[in-house]
């Protein structure tokens, strides 16, 4: 798989897997050995003190004889020393990231729900440490030579390499595994927080396990009757256009990068009729890269900066420079992106709910190959994964799957007017049978609005009062993004 395509198909950009501390005054905690230990997003980031232990379950649940996984648990204890009784969930996107990473993450945008609850972390079996679903890349597909029979070869060899049946890892199984270990630490119900593919997670438990469920919160919100892939590249050309209709609208931005729309599609063009070698230190790591800068190249290095407002604020500077030749800065912007992608995703996880929950569905979606040509992703997104899909065993699926969840439980909906891969409407076809719900949206904001402005102090009245009312939302209205880079000393004023 090629590795520019990791970047184009992930639905959260990560960091690193979190690192676990040393065992310190083991107890045993309701039957899971819970030990002292420190979270981190990865080298260089402080840590969290959690507790830490193995929950162990049955790869397929209906046959407790089957082998066992050993999945990741930590509980970040709530400051209060009498928590309410119910703790928060958070659950992480991708598929493939690990919510431990995320936690440790974003922390911050949950501290006023950790005042007075417990934040009770699960990595997803097969991500972060449950059994994870990795698979190698091959330097000849980091260099960026995909092809169709790369996309097979490299799927046999990553489904021959799997250490588990990737049938059982699917979300169907996945809020088993949360309910069982809700049981198991004896939490009477779960205040749950999704992003991004982590809705539909959120979702599915609140479908299949309303009585265990008093809140939640769906950030980025992917509706259960959707397939996630074909629409994928629609919503990104859609946000690009914004992006450049919002320049075009700003006369500073306007006067600095005059025909910004027309420079991108030159650039788009000359870049696919012939890639670029681009010579760069890695952004990363430092060491010296020789990377062949396409148009796949481009379209990945552009999805991931149109997440975030702050990014955003510099693609029309990016644009502007490569189109007058100095690529390094896209080019590294791409590096930067992939190395994070296959650091975070374990892309055998992400395969399994793929072939599973999206891939059988494409064809509902209605998207033509025009369509779908007449972005800047295109449709080599489509294509490779109904590729790795025709060859991938499809997994367990619950009945219902793919309805609306009907509910009357609080539910919580946050949006970014901008966000390319999950946009507001996402939302509103979510909400069609959710009686108890509010529908909140950034102005401006991409992907992700847990830790946007006043949004942690929304999500911990909502969390608190378990009601969708009285939330003093009005803040979020005002919610910063970035005035687009004239030039490299910084955005304009």
């Given at each position: 798989?090629?590795?520019?395509?990791l970047?184009?198909?992930?639905?959260?950009?990560?960091?690193?897997?979190?690192?676990?501390?040393?065992a310190?005054?083991?107890?045993?905690?309701?039957?899971?050995?819970?030990?002292?230990?420190?979270?981190?997003?990865?080298?260089?980031?402080?840590?969290?003190?959690?507790?830490?232990?193995?929950?162990?379950?049955?790869?397929?649940?209906?046959?407790?004889?089957?082998?066992?996984?050993?999945?990741?648990?930590?509980?970040?204890?709530?400051?209060?020393?009498?928590?309410?009784?119910?703790?928060?969930v958070?659950?992480?996107?991708?598929?493939?990231?690990?919510?431990?990473?995320f936690?440790?993450?974003?922390?911050?945008?949950f501290?006023?729900?950790r005042?007075?609850?417990?934040?009770?972390?699960?990595?997803?079996r097969?991500?972060?440490?449950?059994?994870?679903l990795?698979?190698?890349?091959?330097?000849?597909?980091?260099?960026?030579?995909?092809?169709?029979?790369?996309?097979?070869?490299?799927?046999?060899?990553?489904?021959?390499?799997?250490?588990?049946?990737?049938?059982?890892?699917?979300?169907?199984?996945?809020?088993?595994?949360?309910?069982?270990?809700?049981?198991?630490?004896?939490?009477?119900?779960?205040?749950?927080?999704?992003?991004?593919?982590?809705?539909?997670?959120a979702?599915?438990?609140?479908?299949?396990?309303?009585?265990s469920?008093?809140?939640?919160?769906?950030?980025?919100?992917?509706?259960?009757?959707?397939?996630?892939?074909?629409?994928?590249?629609?919503?990104a050309?859609?946000?690009?256009?914004?992006?450049?209709?919002?320049?075009?609208?700003?006369?500073?931005?306007?006067?600095?990068?005059?025909?910004?729309?027309?420079?991108?599609?030159?650039?788009?063009?000359?870049?696919?009729?012939?890639?670029v070698?681009?010579?760069?230190?890695?952004?990363v790591?430092?060491?010296?890269?020789?990377?062949?800068?396409?148009?796949?190249?481009?379209?990945?290095?552009?999805?991931?900066?149109s997440?975030?407002?702050?990014?955003?604020?510099?693609?029309?500077?990016?644009?502007?420079?490569?189109?007058?030749?100095?690529?390094?800065?896209?080019?590294?912007?791409?590096?930067a992106?992939?190395?994070?992608?296959?650091?975070?995703?374990?892309?055998?996880?992400?395969?399994?709910?793929?072939?599973?929950?999206?891939?059988?569905?494409?064809?509902?979606?209605?998207?033509?190959?025009?369509?779908?040509?007449?972005?800047?992703?295109?449709?080599?997104?489509?294509?490779?994964?109904?590729?790795?899909?025709?060859?991938?065993?499809?997994?367990?699926?619950?009945?219902?799957?793919?309805?609306?969840?009907?509910?009357a439980?609080?539910?919580?909906?946050?949006?970014?007017?901008?966000?390319?891969?999950?946009?507001?409407h996402?939302?509103?076809?979510?909400?069609?049978?959710?009686?108890?719900?509010?529908?909140?949206?950034?102005?401006?904001?991409?992907?992700?609005q847990?830790?946007?402005?006043?949004?942690p102090?929304?999500?911990?009245?909502?969390?608190?009062?378990?009601?969708?009312?009285?939330?003093?939302?009005?803040?979020?209205?005002?919610?910063?993004?970035?005035?687009?880079?004239?030039?490299?000393?910084?955005?304009?004023?």
């Open positions: 798989m090629k590795y520019s395509l970047a184009l198909i992930a639905m959260m950009a990560a960091t690193a897997v979190p690192a676990v501390g040393s310190q005054e083991a107890d045993l905690f309701a039957g899971i050995e819970l030990t002292d230990c420190r979270i981190s997003a990865g080298r260089g980031f402080p840590g969290i003190k959690a507790r830490c232990g193995t929950f162990w379950r049955p790869q397929n649940p209906a046959s407790p004889d089957s082998p066992r996984l050993e999945l990741n648990v930590a509980v970040v204890p709530a400051l209060s020393l009498e928590p309410a009784p119910d703790p928060f958070p659950i992480a996107g991708g598929p493939g990231q690990g919510s431990i990473e936690y440790a993450s974003y922390a911050a945008a501290e006023k729900v005042r007075d609850r417990d934040i009770l972390l699960l990595d997803q097969g991500t972060g440490n449950s059994a994870a990795d698979c190698a890349t091959g330097d000849e597909i980091i260099g960026g030579q995909f092809s169709l029979e790369q996309t097979l070869a490299d799927t046999r060899d990553c489904l021959d390499a799997l250490p588990h049946d990737p049938r059982f890892f699917t979300t169907s199984i996945a809020v088993q595994d949360l309910e069982a270990l809700r049981e198991t630490l004896g939490y009477p119900q779960l205040n749950l927080y999704g992003v991004s593919y982590g809705t539909r997670v979702q599915h438990f609140l479908r299949r396990y309303p009585s469920t008093r809140s939640v919160i769906l950030d980025g919100v992917v509706p259960p009757q959707l397939a996630l892939g074909p629409a994928i590249a629609l919503e050309q859609k946000a690009l256009d914004a992006i450049f209709a919002r320049c075009a609208g700003s006369p500073p931005c306007n006067e600095r990068f005059p025909g910004l729309r027309e420079s991108f599609a030159a650039l788009r063009r000359e870049l696919a009729e012939r890639s070698t681009v010579h760069l230190p890695h952004p790591h430092g060491t010296q890269e020789s990377l062949e800068f396409g148009d796949a190249e481009l379209a990945g290095a552009l999805r991931l900066l997440y975030h407002p702050n990014t955003v604020a510099l693609l029309p500077l990016l644009i502007e420079q490569a189109a007058g030749g100095n690529y390094a800065l896209l080019a590294a912007q791409f590096l992106a992939a190395d994070r992608m296959s650091e975070a995703l374990s892309l055998g996880m992400h395969h399994a709910i793929v072939c599973t929950e999206d891939a059988p569905f494409f064809a509902g979606e209605a998207v033509t190959q025009e369509e779908l040509e007449s972005t800047y992703i295109g449709p080599v997104q489509v294509e490779a994964l109904e590729a790795i899909c025709s060859i991938w065993p499809a997994g367990v699926l619950d009945d219902g799957f793919k309805a609306p969840v009907a509910s439980k609080p539910v919580l909906l946050l949006s970014g007017e901008a966000d390319p891969v999950t946009p507001p996402f939302a509103v076809l979510a909400l069609v049978d959710l009686e108890n719900a509010r529908h909140l949206t950034g102005k401006k904001q991409g992907h992700g847990a830790a946007r402005g006043c949004m102090d929304i999500i911990g009245r909502f969390v608190a009062s378990a009601a969708i009312d009285d939330l003093r939302e009005g803040c979020f209205e005002r919610v910063f993004a970035m005035p687009f880079f004239l030039d490299f000393s910084g955005p304009s004023p």
